[in-house]
T-cell receptor, first 115, second 112 residues
Framework: GAGVSQSPSNKVTEKGKDVELRCDPISGHTALYWYRQSLGQGLEFLIYFQGNSAPDKSGLPSDRFSAERTGGSVSTLTIQRTQQEDSAVYLC?????????????FGPGTRLLVL | QKEVEQNSGPLSVPEGAIASLNCTYSDRGSQSFFWYRQYSGKSPELIMFIYSNGDKEDGRFTAQLNKASQYVSLLIRDSQPSDSATYLCAGGGGGSNYKLTFGKGTLLTVNP
């Protein structure tokens, strides 16, 4: 079946602009995660959705970052007033909910460049 | 603060050798452990997961888990140049916590 999809694949924006990143999880996956990965760095957890609610927003770097999920499916990550330090690859992953922490499957990522 | 530690490498092995990748974790409540492979410029892809103490084998890959020592490893037998990538260790689970904590990854280079 179809994997996790993300759009756009690449985004170049000017400092101060807002951007929206989209994630389509695997059908039937109720858990959705957003991560950020800067060049040569590890995965930085941003936010986790269980259905439409976000029980863990602890990784959002600032109040310029927000995310929502509707219909238990698509999620959007919004970055307002982008800064150059926001440049990174934004990865989305989804999983079935399981008491053990089910396997997360990653999308291809959105490469964001803030000029 | 839950942490997963990995040697950043780079780990360099000759083709055909065994590559050994190691990981330690701080949260004793973690129940599930995952190894992901990430090629440069690509997203992570799952190689293996392990829940129980001991070894789990899948083809050329063997994952080992020792919960008493809070240690997870990945052995790659008959290493190939195509195995050259960054390997991410992740741990999580326990109760209703589905969040995984990732290590920073170990860069593996397999030399022909």
């Amino acid at each position: 079946g179809a994997g996790v999809s993300q759009s756009p694949s690449n985004k170049v924006t000017e400092k101060g602009k807002d951007v929206e990143l989209r994630c389509d999880p695997i059908s039937g996956h109720t858990a959705l995660y957003w991560y950020r990965q800067s060049l040569g760095q590890g995965l930085e957890f941003l936010i986790y959705f269980q259905g439409n609610s976000a029980p863990d927003k602890s990784g959002l770097p600032s109040d310029r970052f927000s995310a929502e999920r509707t219909g238990g499916s698509v999620s959007t990550l919004t970055i307002q007033r982008t800064q150059q330090e926001d440049s990174a690859v934004y990865l989305c992953a989804s999983s079935l909910e399981d008491w053990r922490a089910e396997t997360q499957y990653f999308g291809p990522g959105t490469r964001l460049l803030v000029l | 603060q839950k942490e997963v530690e990995q040697n950043s490498g780079p780990l360099s092995v000759p083709e055909g050798a065994i590559a050994s990748l190691n990981c330690t974790y701080s949260d004793r409540g973690s129940q599930s452990f995952f190894w992901y492979r990430q090629y440069s410029g690509k997203s992570p892809e799952l190689i293996m997961f392990i829940y129980s103490n001991g070894d789990k084998e899948d083809g050329r890959f063997t994952a080992q888990l020792n919960k008493a020592s809070q240690y997870v490893s990945l052995l790659i037998r008959d290493s190939q140049p195509s195995d050259s990538a960054t390997y991410l260790c992740a741990g999580g689970g326990g109760g209703s916590n589905y969040k995984l904590t990732f290590g920073k990854g170990t860069l593996l280079t397999v030399n022909p």
